[in-house]
């Protein structure tokens, strides 16, 4: 493994961008998923529907193909009206962000609409007749509730996304795996270094499965007090 010691700072700079692009898709698309699951249940009709349309065909993209979709056509789109025109020419980190977050929304927002839609009705309108406004009912009522039903499925998304990040080195993204290719066609010892690039993210999505497990069971043993 002399050859990982060698060239330890080069995927060091590689995991960085591994992680930072991970920590940016995950939050943005549990953010972004929250409100697709909510607009799901209880938007009105013509959200509801949108976002259905929005769900079913990004659900049904391979990721690879969505991450080629927006790279390469984004920067094509010309939006604007006479002179003024939105620059779309945004470059690798932002473009392939925004590919993971409309993929992944997309994801979180059909676990969330369960998780909602599988608390009984009798409390929320025990909520509504107490006065309560939605935003109070999602904040007190349904929410804490829907949390640990939520827990293990996002965090399989969670992980799924870190492995995923693996794929922008086929857009030339200086990440952990583009880093090791770079490393292994320089020197050669691609098995050393494809082991250490393997380790290091069992180790990332370990770390994020176990501590989603054990959320789930403290949320769990707080929602059945």
Not at 24 to 32: A, E, G, M, P, Q
Not at 92 to 119: C, D, K, M, Y
Not at 177 to 182: A, E, G, H, M, V
Request: glycine share 8%; hydrophobic share 55%.
């Amino acid at each position: 493994m002399q050859v990982v010691l060698d060239n330890w700072r080069l995927m060091a700079d590689g995991l960085r961008v591994t992680l930072e692009l991970s920590a940016v898709i995950i939050v943005l698309s549990t953010l972004f998923g929250f409100f697709v699951g909510v607009g799901l249940l209880y938007g009105p009709w013509l959200l509801r529907v949108l976002l259905r349309v929005y769900v079913d065909t990004i659900r049904g993209l391979p990721l690879l193909v969505l991450i080629f979709l927006i790279f390469y056509g984004l920067p094509a789109l010309k939006i604007g009206v006479g002179d003024w025109q939105l620059n779309t020419n945004f470059g690798r980190f932002q473009t392939v962000t925004i590919a993971f977050t409309l993929f992944a929304s997309a994801q979180v927002g059909e676990i969330v609409r369960g998780a909602l839609g599988s608390i009984p009705k009798g409390q929320t309108e025990a909520a509504r007749a107490l006065g309560l406004t939605f935003w109070q009912r999602l904040g007190y009522i349904l929410l804490p509730q829907s949390v640990a039903p939520i827990l293990p499925p996002w965090t399989n998304i969670a992980a799924e996304l870190v492995k995923g990040t693996s794929l922008v080195t086929l857009v030339s993204m200086s990440d952990l795996l583009f880093s090791t290719r770079k490393i292994a066609e320089r020197t050669g010892e691609m098995i050393p270094l494809s082991i250490a690039a393997a380790a290091i993210y069992f180790v990332i999505c370990f770390t994020i499965s176990r501590t989603g497990a054990w959320l789930g069971r403290r949320f769990t043993v707080q929602t059945a007090r």
